[in-house]
């Protein structure tokens, strides 16, 4: 006799994840789901691009973070709407969070709402936020072995940014390494090799982005 | 203005596990959740106490996995019921996902369930599955510093079992710390020293384990 094998769909996230979206889709607002290890730049980048996109849309944040409020504290300075997610410890955000929040916005005066998500690059992968598009930030010190150790981040991402990439000189990370495995699972991921700090490549990924949220918002 | 914050409370799943637990009491069937990081021997300490035990207690297995089913052929191997509950990639086992494979048990002939959870010492803590306890297994080869690091499962489980023990001359691990920093976090928890190769320690644990069940079945 065969072992009885289930599969543990998560269902009620997905469907969530679904309203969220189709929510989203009607009132023509782009949710990017922003996804990094601890440190790989979410924040940086977002101000970054958020500076570079505010003449053009108008942009609400969620910052999800395990605990504490300094992420919120920076996007607010910058004069955004923003909704602080506490996730208690938990390792990322799920959907029913997104949807408690998002009366909190008044969507109709929103054109993008950038999510940032949990540091972490395993389990905000598996979660379905209702996200138009994702982006996944890898930063040079974290080393380029990282596309091959978590697959489901990068084989699941619309974009990946290589942060930091100033820093290249100072680590041993091969690159060409990390776009060919990256293109192994996701054959269709745009890269981009950016550094907050001067602002190289930055241009370049405001433009893709620019982009995309045109596609779903127009 | 402060900024709102929102806290991500994970209700549908506390739900669940409540029902769960009702149901399992209503039925007199103890439910253990078994927990630790691949490799600490999860699959061997319950193949161990099972044998201990299974003169005394009809038991059940839930072996959740990642993917395969290598761990549930051993159980099925042993002549217990068991089901396979695959996660595909998910980090942890959520409450809802038990609440679909427990109707495939005659829980009637059942006195014990082990869940054996997802291998990872951060997700599975923070999902309650209706168990009506928990058992976290560290073994020495994994360091003394892992109750400082993973908190939340070692001041939430019942028991601490340190596994492989016969290795600690091979070890640099401080036993004391581990010892001290479960206490710190988790005064009540009942901590033993074993080994599944050798057996030594085994007869106190599921002794204790005898106990746990009896006050929930009894």
Redesign the interface.
């Known amino acids: 006799m065969e072992?009885?094998?289930?599969?543990?769909?998560?269902?009620?996230n997905e469907d969530v994840s679904d309203e969220i979206k189709k929510d989203l889709s009607d009132k023509k607002v782009c949710m990017i789901n922003v996804m990094g290890s601890p440190g790989a730049g979410k924040t940086s980048l977002i101000t970054e691009v958020v500076n570079k996109l505010s003449g053009k849309y108008r942009i609400g944040v969620i910052e999800g973070d395990i605990a504490g409020?300094i992420d919120?504290?920076k996007m607010?300075a910058m004069g955004l709407p923003?909704?602080?997610?506490?996730?208690?410890?938990?390792?990322h955000?799920?959907a029913?969070?997104i949807q408690?929040?998002l009366p909190?916005f008044n969507l109709e005066d929103l054109d993008v709402l950038f999510v940032e998500n949990i540091g972490n690059l395993?389990?905000p992968a598996?979660f379905n936020i209702g996200e138009s598009f994702r982006v996944a930030i890898l930063s040079i010190p974290e080393g380029d072995d990282k596309v091959e150790k978590y697959p489901?981040m990068f084989s699941t991402t619309d974009a990946l940014v290589l942060n930091k990439y100033d820093m290249m000189q100072y680590f041993d990370f091969d690159e060409k390494r990390v776009e060919s495995n990256a293109i192994d699972v996701n054959p269709d991921v745009s890269i981009f090799k950016v550094s907050s700090r001067n602002g190289d490549g930055m241009d370049d990924f405001a433009k893709w982005l620019s982009a995309e949220i045109d596609k779903r918002i127009k």
């Open positions: 072992i009885k094998v289930f599969h543990q769909v998560m269902d009620w409020q919120a504290e607010k923003v909704v602080q997610l506490d996730t208690d410890g938990a390792c955000i799920e029913m969070s408690h929040i909190e395993v389990c598996e489901l």
